[in-house]
């Protein structure tokens, strides 16, 4: 057995560390190769460049949209013929997220998209259509996470449900109809909670979770299992799919989740690499993941009935959104166009800029940030 010590940077949220430590454990158990995990905050997650962590670990955990500078940059090594367990068993469009470039750079190992979350005994149901979001964001009761960068998840996840196209032409992001989208926006972050241009998902769902809180939804928000368990904050919260617009189906929620990716500059890329296809099974994935806080990304364990069980029907109550999710660009210049378009967005929410000339100013940005 091997007596090498990887390391692994992830993220700093109990769904995005412990599944990993558990897993690490039953590795060591397995092949005698211990991996040790560093945290960062999501917001460091969203944003810091993959390239510069490759450096220092040998697995590192990421979000798809880095996928594109990430391959660029030489740094992670691909997964050479794919995986097919973890291609079988997407939830949604997981694994191609991954993708690029004809190669597989990461393996999906939590899958998530913006969906819906409230709170039972605040609300009889889940919200069900547009008019009874706006009715209960001008009561107070909405929660809407606008920092950076979920101001532009939110817009686009808009869009998707009106069901336009985004890219609809090569250079830009958004037709001329996406107006409507900011219009909808606005009315929503101006009757929101406050505190919204400061608060990630989080943060709005641990404002849910207290006793005392009047918020009984989140209409666009980032799933998070840990939340619809018994016990893991003061009230249970639960899931469903997004309130469709006009009865339309729940489609064009932005992708979201987290893939395990590989260092080419590790110590043991091999043995990472056998880690990280492991980990990403349906048997890891259902049994291990699941059962120690993770939201995981095979759809073994979204059909699973004890997992269901356990977290409130969190998995069946949010696969029709994720099934229809979209995935976003992932060309070398999109992180960064995506951290500009968040602030654009904000600054225009605060001013009330016209919906049509925020549109035209998000696609000259995304036009430049296209090679």
């Known amino acids: 057995m091997s007596e090498t010590t990887l390391k692994g940077m992830t993220w700093d949220h109990p769904r995005g560390y412990d599944p990993l430590v558990a897993a690490s454990r039953e590795w060591a158990r397995l092949t005698g190769t211990a991996i040790e995990w560093e945290r960062r905050s999501l917001q460091a997650f969203e944003t810091h460049p993959v390239e510069d962590l490759a450096r ?52 999906p190992i939590d899958a998530a998209a913006q969906v819906q979350a409230w709170v039972p005994g605040r609300l009889p149901t889940p919200l069900r259509d547009w008019g009874s979001v706006l009715r209960h964001a001008e009561a107070g009761g909405i929660g809407l996470p606008l920092r950076a960068p979920h101001s532009l998840m939110s817009l686009m996840t808009l869009c998707g449900l009106m069901g336009l196209e985004l890219c609809p032409a090569p250079r ?35 404002a849910m979770a207290r006793a005392d809180s009047p918020l009984v939804a ?41 893939g395990i990716a590989v260092s080419r500059l590790g110590r043991d890329p091999a043995g990472a690499m056998a880690f990280a296809r492991w980990l990403a099974g349906g048997p890891v994935q259902t049994g291990i993941v699941a059962a120690n806080g993770g939201q995981p990304a095979h759809a073994q364990a979204w059909a699973d009935i004890p997992t269901n069980a356990t977290t409130g029907d969190f998995y069946r109550a949010t696969r029709a959104t994720l099934d229809h999710a979209w ?3 992932r060309h070398a210049g999109y992180m960064p166009f995506q951290d500009e378009a968040s602030g654009l967005i904000l600054a225009a929410i605060a001013r009330q800029m016209p919906a049509e000339s925020l549109v035209s100013t998000l696609n000259r940005a995304f036009a430049a940030s296209v090679p």
């Not at 037709?175 to 989208?181: E, Q, T």
């Not at 018994?230 to 309130?243: H, N, T």
Request: hydrophobic content about 50%; glycine content about 12%; cysteine-free.
């Open 218 to 258: 989140a209409p666009l928000i980032y799933g998070y299992v840990s939340y619809a368990q018994d016990g893991f904050r003061p009230v249970r919260l639960a899931f469903a799919d997004l309130a469709p617009w006009q009865g339309s189906a729940p489609r064009g929620s932005v992708l979201g989740g987290t």
């Open 56 to 107: 220092a670990y040998d697995l590192v955990v990421i979000d798809h949209p880095h996928v594109g500078i990430a391959a660029q940059s030489g740094a992670l090594l691909p997964f050479a013929g794919g995986d097919a367990d973890a291609a079988a068993g997407s939830v949604g469009g997981s694994y191609e997220s991954y993708a690029w470039d004809g190669r597989q750079w990461a393996l």
């Open 327 to 329: 995935i976003r660009p």
């Open 172 to 206: 830009v992001l958004f037709p001329d109809a996406a107006a409507v989208a900011v219009e909808r926006l606005y009315a929503l972050a101006e009757r929101a909670a406050p505190g919204a241009a400061e608060s990630d998902p989080i943060a709005v769902l641990e």
